[in-house]
């Protein structure tokens, strides 16, 4: 009778942990790119900036898509923010030119508790179907904040 119950045990936990590998893989590793990056450039002395979407992660900072305008007033750039950031962290955007049927991970950097707490921006032209979300990774668990489109 004891090994019957170690035996359904062990389906519970191999069941358990298919379930969480299959609800993190969407949000880990981006779709097959029908995008590219292109030229990512710094946010720091971005104006005019704006919380596009956001998620608050288990310690409570908040992952934030953004959008700002570079100081030549050029279009409007996204990237991933976040307030502070510490060692063993990593920030990126996932890009989309197709209302995020497809998604290329651009920028992906290691953070540091003394480096920047955002991303390298990409240009997003103002259409609908040209999206950009934030992303983080920290002890192997990534999140992504919902898409910013249009």
């Known amino acids: 009778m004891r090994e019957i119950g170690k035996f359904h045990s062990l389906q519970a936990i191999a069941f358990s942990a298919t379930l969480l590998a299959a609800l993190l893989a969407p949000m880990a590793a981006p779709a097959h790119a029908a995008a590219s990056c292109g030229s ?7 104006t005019n900036k704006h919380r596009k979407a956001w998620l608050v992660l288990p310690d409570g900072r908040s992952l934030e ?5 570079p100081s030549t007033g050029t279009g409007t750039y996204g990237y991933a923010w976040i307030p502070s950031s510490k060692s063993g962290e990593y920030i990126w955007i996932d890009y989309s030119e197709n209302s995020h049927k497809d998604w290329v991970q651009c920028g992906l950097q290691a953070m540091s508790s003394t480096g920047p707490n ?4 990409r240009f997003k032209a103002a259409s609908s179907s040209v ?3 934030a992303g ?4 192997g668990i990534s999140y992504v904040t919902s898409w910013w489109c249009g």
């Open 40 to 46: 990512l450039i710094s946010p720091y002395h971005f």
């Open 65 to 69: 898509t953004r959008s700002g305008t």
């Open 118 to 121: 955002y991303s390298r921006a």
């Open 131 to 133: 999206c950009i979300r």
């Open 136 to 139: 983080y990774r920290y002890g």
